[in-house]
C-alpha cells in the first residue's frame, strides 16, 4: 500500500524498515504488508491470508490455509481447524468440535460420553466431521482438498499460546504441540 498514512519505519530497525517499505522503480515507497489478496471484478480489495503462511505442497502449489480453515469453520460443528502440508503431499487438518453443537448431536443420537474429549473419539463424531470436510472439499482445487484430519480432544487455547487474543492461530506453536499426531497422518 501507499498513502499518508504510512510509517516511516521501525524505530531503530533499520532491517526491518527495508523489508516493510520499499521503492518501486519510480521512486514511490510502498508498505509490504505481507497480505496476500484478491480484486474483485467490482474493484474490492479481500485480503484471504499472510504471505509466510501460505503453504507449498510437495508437488509445488501454493495454497493458502486461511481460506480453508475458515471454509472447515463454516460447519456448524467446528469450532477452530489449523490446515498443514507445507512441503508434503497432501493437505491435513486438525479440528475442534463446537462444543453446543456436537453436545445437540450426541443428545439427538443418545451417545453416552463423559466430556468433550470423550465425544471427539466416538465413531459417530468422527464420520460426522469427516462428512463435513467432504463437503467442504467439494468447494476447492484438488491440491487444497483435505485428505486426512484429526479431531482434538479440546479447543486451541490462548492461554497456552495456541491463538492470539483476536483468535489468530499461532501455527509454528500448534505444529510444534501437535507434530506427533501431524506427522502420523503422512505414516
Not at 8 to 27: C, M, R
Not at 59 to 82: D, R, W
Amino acid at each position: 500500500m501507499k498513502g499518508s498514512q504510512n510509517i516511516a519505519g521501525y524505530y531503530k530497525n533499520e532491517t526491518a524498515t527495508d523489508e516493510l517499505l520499499q521503492p518501486d522503480e519510480k521512486g514511490n515507497v510502498w508498505l509490504h504488508t505481507g497480505d496476500v489478496g484478491h480484486l474483485d471484478e467490482d474493484g474490492y480489495l479481500f485480503i484471504t491470508d499472510r504471505k509466510k503462511d501460505i503453504l507449498i505442497t510437495a508437488g509445488g502449489k501454493n495454497v493458502a490455509p486461511q481460506n480453508i480453515e475458515n471454509l472447515l469453520k463454516t460447519s456448524p460443528y467446528v469450532s477452530q481447524s489449523m490446515v498443514y502440508g507445507d512441503g508434503k503431499p497432501y493437505l491435513t487438518a486438525l479440528i475442534t468440535l463446537d462444543e453446543d453443537e456436537i453436545a445437540k448431536f450426541a443428545r439427538d443420537r443418545q451417545l453416552l460420553y463423559q466430556d468433550l474429549g470423550d465425544l471427539s473419539t466416538k465413531p459417530e463424531v468422527i464420520d460426522l466431521i469427516d462428512s463435513e470436510v467432504d463437503r467442504k472439499n467439494s468447494d476447492l482445487a484438488s491440491y487444497e482438498t483435505i485428505k486426512k484430519f484429526r479431531i482434538l480432544e479440546e479447543d486451541f487455547d490462548q492461554d497456552k499460546d495456541e491463538i492470539t487474543p483476536t483468535f489468530k492461530i499461532r501455527r509454528k506453536v500448534i505444529v510444534e504441540r501437535y507434530s506427533e499426531i501431524l506427522n502420523g497422518m503422512y505414516a
